[in-house]
Structures are given as structure tokens and as C-alpha cells.
């Protein structure tokens, strides 16, 4: 069974800030089947990045993911209002505890 | 577009069973892993588990015998059942679409189509 641990649990952080959110597997994640998903307050989660480094349909090219093995991280360029929210990665039946990106 | 809507008591009493169900408006209920997946109030996401259309399923181990889940493709349903709860049981309750892929460590999956959720309390 894979655990997923992100860092940091919060992340404080000005509108145009580049926001960057670690996810560490406790063992290889084959073929980087690592999933993101947004959540914002009030609001159900949504697939944000699948494979590790996929956007899925209707996020901005600002968002992006990379790593791979046990090391995967999201990427936020630019952050805008809109991107203020909770992000968890999932990998199976696994969620890491989720990093909140908060405006400072 | 598919979507997803969870339906059901949003109050069940201590060591009773929690019954929702969850309807797939538009495309097909073969080849995905429906599943459940429940938030306490402020905390994080845990997985529940899932149903798959050949009658497979798989559950979170710390779960154990309590959870079951059925699909019924004729409806475009599925379904989770909670035996036995307690406040520890009170979350939202999400219903979701499972992505799978076949590798040499097993299936994997990951979520990419989520419902608006439902607040089941648990209370006496």
C-alpha cells in the first residue's frame, strides 16, 4: 500500500506568485500514475493533472506537474485569485493529506 | 457531459446503515471504477472504495466488513452501504468516476470525474 505524503501543509502566498506543492510516494509509483486534484472551499474535488505531468481539460497551461518514481510536484506559475484552494495528489486508493494554498 | 449525483438520508442514526446511491446521467457505466469517497468535516479525502460493472469490487482495508457496494447498469446506479456507523462516519460523501490501468504492480486507477458530494451526519 503506497502513502502519499505533501508538503508543505500550507502554503502562504501573494496573487503572481509561483506556488510549488511536493508529493512523496512511499514507494515507486509505476508509469507515474499520479493524479492532482483541486478542491475549493465548499466545492468537490476535480482532476487537475492525471500521469503526472497530464492538465486535464479546462485548467490553464500555469498549472503543471513533473516528477517521477517516489518525487512529484505541482506547479503553479503565476497564481491568480481562482487558484486559492486545497490540492491533493491520489494515487489509487491513496490521497496524500493535501497542501492548502493560501493567500497571504 | 457525464455527471454524477449522490442521493440520501443525510442524517443516520448511530449503529445504523448508511445507504446513498449515486446516478451517471449520460455515458457508459462499463469500463470505470465507481467509486466512493468521503471527507470529514475539515479534514482530508479517504477513499472507500469501489464497484467495477463485472461485479468486481475493493475496499479501504480500514473499512473492513462494514462497506458494500453494488451497481445496477440497467439504472445507471451505484450504490455504497455502511454498516454499523458512528460520528467518526460523519463526512461528505462523494461519488466519483475511476480511471484504470493495468501494470505489472496491478490495477491502478485515479478519479477524473467527481459528484457535488453529500453531508451524511451521524447523530442520535
Known amino acids: 500500500e503506497i502513502i502519499l505524503t505533501q508538503s508543505p501543509g500550507t502554503l502562504s502566498l501573494f496573487p503572481g506568485d509561483r506556488a510549488t506543492l511536493s508529493c512523496r510516494a512511499s514507494?515507486?509509483?509505476?508509469?507515474?500514475?499520479l493524479a492532482w486534484h483541486q478542491q475549493k472551499p465548499g466545492q468537490a474535488p476535480r482532476l487537475l493533472i492525471y500521469?503526472?505531468?497530464t492538465r486535464a481539460p479546462g485548467f490553464p497551461d500555469r498549472f503543471s506537474g513533473g516528477g517521477s518514481a517516489t518525487d512529484f510536484t505541482l506547479n503553479i506559475s503565476r497564481l491568480e485569485p481562482e487558484d486559492f484552494a486545497v490540492y491533493y495528489c491520489?494515487?489509487?486508493?491513496?490521497f496524500g493529506q493535501g497542501t492548502k494554498v493560501e493567500i497571504k | 457531459q457525464v455527471q454524477l449525483q449522490e442521493s440520501g438520508p443525510g442524517l443516520v442514526k448511530p449503529s445504523e446503515t448508511l445507504s446513498l446511491n449515486c446516478s451517471v446521467s449520460?455515458?457508459?457505466?462499463?469500463?470505470?471504477?465507481w467509486s466512493w469517497i468521503r471527507q470529514a468535516p475539515g479534514k482530508g479525502l479517504e477513499w472507500i472504495g469501489y464497484?467495477?460493472?463485472?461485479?468486481?469490487?475493493d475496499f479501504n482495508p480500514a473499512l473492513g466488513s462494514r462497506v458494500t457496494m453494488s451497481l445496477d447498469t440497467s439504472e445507471k446506479q451505484f450504490s455504497l452501504r455502511l454498516s454499523s456507523v458512528t460520528t467518526a462516519d460523519t463526512a461528505v460523501y462523494y461519488c466519483?468516476?475511476?480511471?484504470?490501468?493495468?501494470?505489472?504492480?496491478?490495477?491502478?486507477?485515479?478519479?477524473?470525474?467527481w459528484g457535488r458530494g453529500t453531508l451524511v451526519t451521524v447523530s442520535s
Open positions: 449520460r455515458g457508459s457505466i462499463s469500463s470505470y471504477y
Open positions: 491520489q494515487h489509487s486508493g491513496a
Open positions: 466519483a468516476r475511476g480511471r484504470w490501468f493495468y501494470d505489472t504492480s496491478g490495477y491502478i486507477w485515479y478519479f477524473d470525474l
Open positions: 464497484v467495477y460493472y463485472s461485479g468486481d469490487s
Open positions: 500521469g503526472a505531468s
Open positions: 514507494q515507486t509509483v509505476n508509469n507515474n500514475y
